[in-house]
């Protein structure tokens, strides 16, 4: 008797501890499965969020757009203030002076250039410059320059001859003359400078 009884407890213990068992197992299946739902939709949601952080590319302005703009600011303060210094005398040198190397800058081309100051007019911000008569009227030269293209830019002295290649000229109210952004310079046939492309761009 004694021996059903243990031999039908130890049945029931036994099927007790596979009743125990079962469980755990498929918690443990569960949990594996609900960690790789989650590390599945954490990759998901990551994708798309670098999706969505990729700006669009801009589409380009139509000529009806551009002119629209452009009436736009000349309405402006800032654009009433540039109208009339653009008809002022100084506005009527400066815009001869840009004319006179338009050409060079839209095909950009050698340049040559006589140094005539090392600093730029008072109040100026645009980082290190110098001043040069090109084609016979006076420009700033600006350099966008690392600390490590400066110290060749410093050895440069009043009346050197230097060449200067740009593909950007403009000019503000704020400024007496128009304002060359050099991208390549030599000096003695050495090249002194070369814009170092923008991080992130060009």
Same mark, same amino acid.
């Given at each position: ?28 299946? &569960?949990?594996?499965?609900? +960690?790789? +739902?989650?590390?599945?939709?954490? @990759? /998901?949601?990551? %994708?798309?969020?670098?999706? %969505?952080?990729? &700006? ?6 139509? /000529? ?15 654009? *009433? ?14 815009? /001869? ?17 006589? *140094?005539?100051?090392?600093? @730029?007019?008072? !109040?100026? =911000? +645009?980082?290190? !410059?110098?001043?040069?008569?090109? %084609? ?10 690392? =600390? ?10 009043? %009346?050197?001859?230097? &060449? ?7 000019? /503000? ?30």
């Amino acid at each position: 008797m004694k021996n059903k009884e243990n031999s039908f407890n130890s049945s029931g213990l036994s099927s007790d501890r596979s009743a125990l068992v079962a469980p755990k197992t498929a918690k443990k299946v &569960m949990y594996g499965f609900i +960690l790789l +739902l989650a590390v599945a939709s954490g @990759l /998901a949601f990551a %994708n798309q969020k670098i999706q %969505n952080t990729k &700006m669009p590319k801009p589409k380009p302005l139509s /000529a009806q757009q551009r002119d629209a703009e452009r009436k736009k600011w000349e309405a402006s303060p800032d654009g *009433v203030k540039f109208k009339a210094w653009e008809t002022s005398p100084t506005g009527k040198r400066v815009s /001869a002076s840009a004319a006179k190397i338009k050409e060079e800058i839209n095909a950009f081309i050698d340049m040559d250039a006589v *140094v005539t100051g090392l600093s @730029l007019p008072p !109040g100026s =911000r +645009l980082g290190f !410059g110098i001043m040069a008569r090109i %084609n016979g009227a006076d420009y700033i030269v600006n350099f966008e320059a690392e =600390r490590s293209q400066l110290a060749q830019l410093h050895n440069i002295k009043v %009346n050197d001859k230097i &060449m200067v290649r740009s593909r950007n000229l403009s000019y /503000a109210p704020k400024y007496a003359y128009p304002i060359v952004s050099a991208e390549y310079a030599e000096w003695d046939g050495k090249e002194i400078f070369k814009r170092l492309p923008r991080k992130g761009g060009c």
